[in-house]
């Protein structure tokens, strides 16, 4: 059953998480009443990749606040002003859109309904901000930095691939990450790339990769979602031993002897941030996930199938993103070689 296509009151019956009251506090109205909050998700909850994270971090942050919570998932981009608005006139004080194709419809709905809090990401710090409005910054490209010098250390091709679903700006960013630490390391590496056209298709995923491996390409970066189960066949079924990277949680057990890292996603702490803000009547903002040990933003330590020295190499190298010592640039207007 497609939950975007029930309405919330029976949304309300089927994905609703009941939790005890919140004793954290006050807000600006006096004693602290039930607070309600609400996610929608565009795919399944148990997708193993983007969604699941999500929902992980809505039961972890509704369980800590005692909030109510509820989600609809699989909602598509036509579908979404519909159930923000059923959301927003049910009661729901804060409600969180994952994932930026939501952007256009939170906030055409967010100004109509101002004692509502949405939570919406991006990809950058917007030069206006609605007053209802949490800005998560996603920061892709600190996280695409260190897998380009991961990639720069691992060819033995010197063939590096990136494929994801559409040129979206974060696509354009993490490009030209990967093409910066090539540079930093002082690489001789070339990067190929490719728009797949789509996220979750399998198969176009699948033909993507072996065209890059019949290129001679023996590491490719992923940032698509359940598309990757097409790159895990095509680099098990290879000739010769290619490795891969992807994004959000690990894949290590789709092909363990190809499997090098991934670019960790946890949204707990930016949603812990968010909540403990508007307890204290904060009720917009701008929070970048950090990237760091601990953080919102975090390689899958070790690196599988390298040696003890290229291991230590990219912690030291994700270490100095982390601290700042290492500057990773922010590009999304074009890709520069």
Partial sequence: MRRSRTSVLALLGLAV?????????????GALDQVNFAVIFPGSIQDADYNTIGYTAMQTIAGEFGFRAAFSERVAVPDAERVLREYATSGFDIIWVHGSQFNGAALTVGPDYPDVTFIIEVD???EEMLANFWYLDRNFYSGFYVLGSIAAMVTQTGRVGYFTGVQLPFATEEINAILQAFRSMGSRA???YLFI?????????????????AQGIDVIISSVNLGNYGLFNAVIDADMPVFFMTKYTSKEVHAPDNYLTSDLFDFEPP????????LAGQRGGYLKLEFGEGKARWLDFPIRNVSPEINERAMQIAQDVASGVAIVERNQREIVR
């Fill in 197 to 213: 056209g789509d996220f979750n298709d399998t198969v176009r995923t699948r033909q993507a990769a072996e065209s890059f491996i």
């Fill in 271 to 278: 949603l812990r941030e968010v909540m403990q803000a508007f």
């Fill in 17 to 29: 998480l009941s939790l005890s009251a919140y004793a954290g506090g006050d807000r600006e109205q």
């Fill in 190 to 192: 070339t990067l190929e």
């Fill in 124 to 126: 950058s710090e917007p």
